[in-house]
């Protein structure tokens, strides 16, 4: 049986019947506060709150009060009576709160209409659904279908490109070259070095020596030690964030140097913020 939470409610509790024969309706039992158990959402029995008697009211049944601090606690509500001389007798409610209450029970109860509208709500959903859903996942296909043959039509003019004499062929062919130089530089410096005995022990010191990290403020004159650090922040390990380039210090967190770049998403320069 469900009562309102935070409400006063009067019923009939029993029947209350001799212990003895378990049949004969008790109707002289005095039934005191004390002696009305209550039990809410499971927790321990306690005396009732609203302090009248119950009387009794016919074959054995007897007129149980209660008021709003004994009915306070949403859930099951328990009410035990064991007098002597009679079976014990208990009813079992469940509180619920007053606005569901309301809509349950009340004279102007909405819960139907409310359930309706739901369902009218739900209807409407699952029409735009089968009209329109289909036309919208048309749409992303043909978008997706458009774009992948844009793609394989880039991917296959790039490997067309790598076939010797194409653009990226030549542009690598151009870069071999350049090394090819350098390595024959350094192949002679390499044998100068040797040549100069210990003035060659000097110059391989220089190349294998460890150089103190810095770098120059914006705008101020730089050691060639600075600029080796600065060139490498430049090109090595750095993060972007909107207009913000950071290049970071070798440990690979602290910031060494920023610079600003014209657009967040299209940039075409960048100048040294700090």
Same mark, same amino acid.
């Given at each position: 049986?469900?009562?309102?939470q935070?409400?006063?409610?009067t019923f009939r509790?029993? *029947?209350?019947?001799?212990e003895?024969?378990g049949k004969?309706?008790?109707?002289?039992?005095t039934?005191s506060?004390?002696?009305v158990?209550?039990?809410k959402a499971?927790?321990?029995f306690?005396?009732?709150?609203?302090s009248s008697s119950?009387s009794?009211?016919e074959?054995?049944?007897y007129i149980?009060?209660l008021?709003?601090?004994?009915?306070?606690?949403?859930?099951e509500?328990l009410?035990a009576?064991?007098e002597s &001389?009679?079976?014990?007798v208990?009813?079992?409610?469940?509180v619920?709160e007053?606005a569901?209450?309301?809509?349950l029970?009340?004279?102007?109860a909405?819960?139907i209409?409310k359930v309706?509208?739901i369902d009218?709500?739900?209807?409407?959903i699952?029409?735009d659904?089968?009209?329109?859903?289909?036309?919208?996942?048309d749409t992303i296909d043909?978008?997706?279908?458009?774009?992948v043959?844009a793609i394989?039509a880039d991917?296959?003019e790039l490997?067309g490109?790598?076939?010797?004499?194409?653009?990226?062929?030549?542009?690598i062919?151009s870069?071999?070259?350049?090394v090819d130089v350098?390595?024959?530089?350094?192949?002679?410096i390499?044998?100068d070095?040797?040549e100069?005995?210990s003035a060659g022990?000097?110059?391989?010191?220089?190349?294998?020596? &460890?150089?103190?990290e810095?770098?120059?403020?914006d705008?101020s004159?730089a050691?060639?030690?600075?600029?080796?650090?600065?060139i490498?922040?430049a090109?090595h390990e750095?993060s972007?964030?909107?207009t913000?380039?950071?290049?970071?210090?070798?440990?690979g967190?602290t910031?060494?140097?920023t610079?600003?770049i014209n657009?967040?998403s299209? *940039?075409?320069?960048?100048?040294r913020?700090?």
């Amino acid at each position: 049986m469900f009562i309102k939470q935070s409400t006063a409610y009067t019923f009939r509790l029993g *029947p209350f019947l001799d212990e003895t024969d378990g049949k004969t309706a008790e109707t002289g039992l005095t039934i005191s506060q004390a002696d009305v158990r209550l039990s809410k959402a499971g927790g321990n029995f306690a005396q009732k709150n609203e302090s009248s008697s119950s009387s009794h009211d016919e074959i054995g049944f007897y007129i149980c009060v209660l008021d709003a601090t004994d009915t306070n606690t949403c859930g099951e509500l328990l009410v035990a009576v064991h007098e002597s &001389g009679a079976l014990p007798v208990f009813v079992t409610f469940q509180v619920v709160e007053e606005a569901i209450y309301a809509s349950l029970f009340a004279a102007s109860a909405d819960l139907i209409t409310k359930v309706d509208a739901i369902d009218t709500v739900v209807d409407a959903i699952l029409v735009d659904t089968g009209t329109t859903l289909d036309g919208k996942l048309d749409t992303i296909d043909n978008f997706l279908d458009t774009e992948v043959a844009a793609i394989l039509a880039d991917t296959n003019e790039l490997q067309g490109d790598w076939v010797n004499g194409g653009r990226l062929d030549l542009l690598i062919d151009s870069i071999i070259s350049k090394v090819d130089v350098v390595d024959g530089i350094v192949d002679s410096i390499l044998v100068d070095t040797a040549e100069i005995g210990s003035a060659g022990a000097g110059l391989t010191a220089v190349w294998t020596t &460890g150089i103190t990290e810095s770098y120059a403020a914006d705008g101020s004159a730089a050691t060639p030690a600075q600029l080796m650090y600065m060139i490498w922040c430049a090109v090595h390990e750095f993060s972007i964030s909107s207009t913000t380039i950071t290049g970071k210090k070798l440990d690979g967190s602290t910031t060494a140097m920023t610079w600003t770049i014209n657009s967040a998403s299209e *940039p075409t320069s960048r100048t040294r913020a700090s």
